[in-house]
């Protein structure tokens, strides 16, 4: 993102996405419902329950790391795609919530797409 008022922007969403992922990892985390049960009806029970809380909180810390922020912003749409397939072929639910959180996770992926090609050029050496 190369002008002033996108990148604030971006960093808005990131804040906010980083807020929601740490609030839906807490309820992974404190057993809390619909979450536990969720998990539980989909025949995954408790650890991949706190897997996914764990890719979670890594995800939002992710994001307010700025050579990090796109790849979290990508590895969290990941997750939102298996979210939302989850939902829609086996929990039987409706995907508005993690469709919508593909959508901002894969904005902020194309809006830090220069930090992640830096970050990618600093790695390979």
């Known amino acids: 993102m190369t002008t002033r008022v996108g990148n604030i922007a971006l960093w808005v969403l990131q804040v906010v996405v ?35 809380g764990a890719l979670e909180v890594a995800g939002a810390a992710g994001l307010l790391v700025p050579p990090l922020a796109g790849v979290a912003g990508l590895a969290l749409a990941v997750l939102m795609v298996c979210a939302t397939l989850t939902e829609l072929f086996v929990s039987g639910g409706a995907a508005v919530m993690p469709l919508s959180l593909l959508v901002l996770c894969a904005v902020i992926a194309w809006g830090r797409r220069a930090a992640t090609a830096r970050l990618r050029t600093r790695i390979a050496g």
């Open 18 to 52: 980083a807020g929601f992922f740490v609030m839906s990892a807490m309820a992974k985390f404190t057993n809390a419902e619909p979450s536990a049960s969720t998990f539980e009806a989909i025949g995954l029970g408790d650890w991949f329950r706190h897997l996914t």
